[in-house]
């Protein structure tokens, strides 16, 4: 047997995780999507990676199941093609989430260190009675600003256990996604902190209960549902399974809305 079909036989084996692996780690080579997605514009078809995936994964499961009932053939190659198209769509929600989110607190960073830095300023010049709603003030953005820090820390948790479960624990954040999430954790950490010790300072922040675990359990598993739910919705339309499809979105959309 040649090199080439040894390969080959090798690649038919493997399973839909372990197909999305591989490319993930053909695609993070490339830093960051932007540059990934310019390159494939210069490819032909077949290489785009949701009809490779595609592909790959049905052809594996035919030669796995090559001498097998028609019926029980299609429907493994039908499971084999859900499965590894969700992931694919998994890890491109999951760098579309972190990047829109890393942007966005970008520019909530910027407003919460201005505001505070504002309201430290307005507190020394201020009356014994007008510092009392500068001091207000001030709690209520500490607020605002810990509960930001929270969402990240639970994004990054919720984000870590759909990569557990779906991706063998694979990182499906590209080099530059991942650095930017860094950086903008890094940075509202830092702010979080040097506020509240110029609470410290001026006594202006009265302690508060830490958030209860279950409810920070709860939170966690309503962010991972918002990675998986739409990539699975997403697999199930390029498959044309439309009304699988809109049961998920619904399932997934029913308690967001608090319908009955």
Same mark, same amino acid.
């Given at each position: 047997?040649?090199?080439?079909?040894?390969?080959?036989?090798?690649?038919?084996? *493997?399973s %839909?995780?372990?197909l999305v692996?591989?490319?993930? @780690?053909?695609?993070?080579a490339f830093?960051?999507?932007?540059?990934?997605?310019?390159w494939?514009?210069?490819?032909p078809?077949e290489?785009? %990676?949701?009809?490779?995936?595609?592909?790959e994964?049905?052809?594996?499961?035919?030669?796995?199941?090559r001498?097998?009932?028609?019926?029980?053939v299609d429907?493994?190659?039908?499971?084999? *093609?859900?499965e590894?198209?969700?992931?694919?769509? =998994?890890?491109?929600?999951? +760098?579309?989430?972190a990047?829109?989110?890393?942007?966005?607190?970008?520019?909530?960073?910027?407003i919460?260190?201005?505001?505070?830095?504002?309201? +430290?300023d307005?507190?020394?010049?201020?009356?014994?009675? @007008?510092?009392?709603d500068v @001091?207000?003030?001030a709690?209520? &953005?500490?607020? *605002?600003l810990?509960?930001?820090?929270?969402?990240l &820390?639970?994004?990054?948790?919720?984000?870590?256990?759909?990569?557990?479960?779906?991706?063998?624990?694979?990182?499906?954040?590209?080099?530059?996604? /991942?650095?930017? &999430?860094?950086?903008?954790?890094? +940075?509202?950490?830092?702010?979080? /902190?040097?506020?509240?010790?110029?609470a410290e =300072?001026?006594?202006?922040?009265? &302690?508060e209960a830490p958030?209860? %675990?279950?409810?920070?359990?709860?939170r966690v598993?309503?962010l991972?549902?918002d990675?998986?739910? %739409?990539?699975?919705?997403?697999a199930?339309e390029? *498959?044309?399974?439309g009304?699988?499809?809109?049961?998920l979105?619904?399932?997934w959309?029913?308690p967001?809305l608090?319908?009955g």
């Open positions: 047997m040649t090199a080439e079909r040894r390969l080959a036989k090798l690649e038919t084996a *493997l %839909p995780t372990e692996l591989r490319w993930l @780690d053909e695609a993070h830093d960051d999507l932007e540059a990934y997605t310019r494939l514009l210069d490819q078809p290489v785009f %990676p949701a009809d490779r995936l595609a592909h994964a049905a052809d594996g499961m035919r030669a796995s199941l001498g097998r009932p028609k019926e029980e429907n493994a190659v039908r499971k084999a *093609l859900r590894v198209l969700f992931r694919f769509e =998994l890890v491109m929600r999951i +760098n579309v989430v990047h829109e989110t890393a942007h966005r607190h970008q520019l909530l960073h910027t919460f260190a201005f505001r505070f830095a504002t309201l +430290n307005q507190r020394e010049d201020a009356s014994r009675k @007008d510092r009392a @001091d207000r003030q709690a209520e &953005w500490w607020r *605002l810990a509960g930001q820090v929270g969402l &820390w639970a994004m990054a948790e919720a984000r870590t256990s759909a990569e557990a479960r779906y991706l063998a624990g694979h990182v499906a954040l590209f080099p530059d996604v /991942g650095r930017r &999430w860094s950086d903008c954790v890094k +940075n509202h950490e830092s702010l979080l /902190g040097l506020a509240t010790r110029m =300072l001026d006594g202006w922040l009265e &302690w958030e209860d %675990p279950a409810g920070t359990a709860s598993a309503q991972t549902a990675l998986v739910e %739409p990539a699975r919705v997403m199930l390029k *498959l044309d399974e009304g699988r499809a809109l049961t979105a619904t399932r959309l029913r967001k608090h319908v």
